[in-house]
Each structure stands twice: as C-alpha cells, then as structure tokens.
C-alpha cells in the first residue's frame, strides 16, 4: 500500500450503531487530519494530529470521536449520528503541520439513516 | 469571519477555450494551495504558493498569487476534457490555532 488509504470506502449505518472509520498512511508523515466534505459547503477541518497528540478540535460535536494510536494510523469512532452527518469523510496527512502540503486518502462515503 | 471565497463555483468551457479560476480569502497568509479533486475521487494536491508573485505552471494550468489582493488565480490554457474536475483553492491562515482554510471549490466541466 501507498500514500494514504481509508475503510470502509462506504458506510451505511443506523443513528443509533457505533462504528468507526480507519486511515492508514505509508508516507513517513508526522500529522494526520479527519475533514468533512458535504455536498455544497467547503471541506471542514475536524480534528488534527501532530506526533499523535491531537492538536485541534474544530468544535465537532461529541458524537464523533478521534483516535491516534501512532503516527501512521487514524481512527474515527462514530456513535449515535444524525442524519446531517452524512458525507465524505477524508484523511489526509502532513510531514510536520499545516506549512505542510496534505495529503489526502480516498474518503469514506457515509451515509447515516 | 475567515473566508476563502471562489468563483465561479461552476465552469462549463469548450475544449481550446482560456479560463480563469478566483480565489479570494479575507486574511492575511503566506501559503495558498491548489487541490484537484475528480468525481468520487480524493484530493490532489497541485500547486504550493509561498510568496507574493509567485506563479507556479504545469501543463495547462498555471497559479498565481497576489498576497496583497489576497487574491489567487488559477488560468487554465487551451482546455482539454481532462481537465475536467472540481478545483479547491485553500488558504494556510497565520494565526495561531488555525488551519487550512478551504474554498468551496470550482467545478469545471470541458466538452469538445
């Protein structure tokens, strides 16, 4: 595997499952990031982590849930969502921080019913 | 309020045809990016700008900044239906705590 993957590619769930979202990055990066792309709203910034420690938290609610277990993967736990929360969800990662160019992961499609 | 506006948000040319795409933002910053993105695709990153003037070219695309503006232009030469795609500017903003700042994005669509 190269640069940045994600699974699921697609996820169909209830509002009231848990699951969790996974990204892998093979590029040696030191920062990872969870964005969120819907339909007609710029991508959103949700959490950055920099040497594993999380660094921003851009006011997401409590229902999504970052992890950083070492400085190659990336979770995104998910419980009790709403409907509004489906959309794209993209990894990216960086070599240090945002001066850095990203690097970006194919997506999981969330659809959340 | 942070914004990085684009416009248009929705570009349909002919093949051949010249067109350019704007990326304005409302704060000062020192590093502004290019992404591509292709239908069901990721993000691609395309060009890096560091400094006032900078313009940086590959193919038929080529970016400019004008930090004093606060204004990046992304000119696309002599379309090609390859080029078809939705276009993100994003804007690295110099305050502390903050991120990259994202344009809603340019969907550009080329037909012969």
């Known amino acids: 595997e190269t640069g940045v993957t994600q699974t699921p590619r697609h996820l169909v769930m209830g509002m009231t499952n848990k699951k969790s979202l996974k990204c892998e990055q093979h590029l040696g990066h030191n920062a990872m990031y969870w964005y969120k792309q819907s339909a007609k709203k710029p991508l959103e910034l949700m959490f950055v982590?920099?040497?594993?420690?999380?660094?921003e938290n851009n006011s997401v609610p409590s229902r999504f849930s970052p992890e950083c277990p070492n400085s190659s993967h990336l979770f995104l736990h998910l419980h009790t969502l709403q409907p509004e929360d489906s959309a794209l969800y993209l990894c990216a990662s960086s070599p240090r921080g945002y001066t850095d160019t990203q690097y970006f992961g194919p997506g999981t499609r969330l659809t959340v019913l | 309020e942070l914004k990085v506006e684009q416009n248009p948000l929705f570009l349909s040319m002919q093949e051949g045809k010249n067109y350019t795409i704007y990326c304005n933002y409302s704060t000062t910053s020192d590093r502004l990016y290019w992404y591509r993105q292709d239908p069901g695709k990721s993000l691609e990153s395309l060009f890096v700008l560091l400094s006032n003037g900078a313009v940086k070219q590959e193919g038929r695309l080529m970016a400019s900044l004008d930090t004093k503006a606060r204004l990046s232009t992304l000119h696309i030469t002599a379309a090609v239906h390859d080029l078809s795609a939705t276009y993100f500017c994003?804007?690295?903003?110099?305050?502390?705590?903050?991120?990259?700042?994202f344009g809603k994005g340019t969907t550009l669509s080329v037909s012969s």
């Open positions: 982590y920099s040497l594993e420690e999380r660094v």
């Open positions: 994003a804007v690295v903003l110099n305050q502390a705590g903050t991120a990259l700042i």
